[in-house]
């Protein structure tokens, strides 16, 4: 069974630059989540999916910050205009409803710096 | 709000010993379940073992077992054996129904050979 999938797993860009990442869940999970994690600390949570509805993005900073989950199936998270402080490891994990303990499988993420 | 707590940035242990990571956390939940996660430098986090709040027996899976006590709101993980492989960031997380998880901020396990 393939995992998450996240691409691209690094990207550099210039300060007020729009970047965006993409990430493909499990086959058949219908929850999906972005994270955010900063350098030495643990994932906090930006948005989740029940299928292609977003159930919780009370931590989404909206005036930059955009997902999406077309179909229910793969996800983008973009920022426009990025800065400095959007540096860090950006992580999907997708689950399934009926699965053990709602368990979370995570992608590898994508390292952004921000210069 | 729920927070998670890990007081140990970094821990170190030899190869073949046995290391405790300390976890606690902040609920006035009942009814919740608590994950250790594992992070090697390659960034994906892997589920090493899980709890349900309900349960009083201890988790075991393999050389990794969990101390949980509920009304201290403690859960402790405990390598035995440890191994070169076991090097990672650990995070603890505390999850209620609802799918929200909270992670704490880590603890580096070091093992040395």
């Known amino acids: 069974e393939a995992g998450v999938v996240q691409s691209p797993r690094y990207k550099i860009i210039e300060k007020k630059q729009p970047v965006a990442f993409w990430c493909n869940p499990i086959?058949?999970?219908?929850?999906l989540y972005w994270y955010r994690q900063n350098l030495g600390q643990g994932p906090e949570l930006l948005i989740r999916?029940?299928?292609?509805?977003?159930?919780?993005d009370s931590q989404l900073p909206k005036d930059r910050f955009s997902a999406e989950r077309l179909k229910g199936v793969d996800s983008t998270l973009k920022i426009q205009p990025a800065e400095l402080g959007d540096s860090a490891v950006y992580l999907c994990?997708?689950?399934?409803?009926?699965?053990?303990?709602?368990?979370?499988?995570f992608g590898p993420g994508t390292r952004l710096t921000v210069l | 709000a729920q927070t998670v707590t890990q007081s140990q940035p970094e821990m170190s242990v030899q190869e073949a010993e046995t290391v405790t990571l300390s976890c606690t956390y902040d609920?006035?939940?009942?009814?919740?379940?608590l994950f250790w996660y594992k992070q090697p430098p390659s960034r994906q986090m892997i589920l090493v073992i899980r709890?349900?709040?309900?349960?009083?027996q201890n988790a075991t899976e393999n050389r990794f077992s969990v101390n949980f006590q509920k009304a201290a709101k403690s859960f402790s993980l405990k390598i035995s054996d440890s191994q070169l492989g076991d090097a990672a960031m650990y995070f603890c997380?505390?999850?209620?129904?609802?799918?929200?998880?909270?992670f704490g901020a880590g603890t580096r396990l070091t093992v040395k050979p």
């Open positions: 994990a997708s689950s399934f409803a009926g699965g053990p303990l709602y368990e979370q499988f």
């Open positions: 086959s058949g999970h219908n929850t």
């Open positions: 999916y029940e299928n292609e509805e977003a159930v919780d």
């Open positions: 609920t006035s939940e009942s009814d919740y379940y």
């Open positions: 709890q349900e709040a309900y349960k009083q």
């Open positions: 997380a505390y999850r209620r129904r609802n799918n929200d998880m909270r």
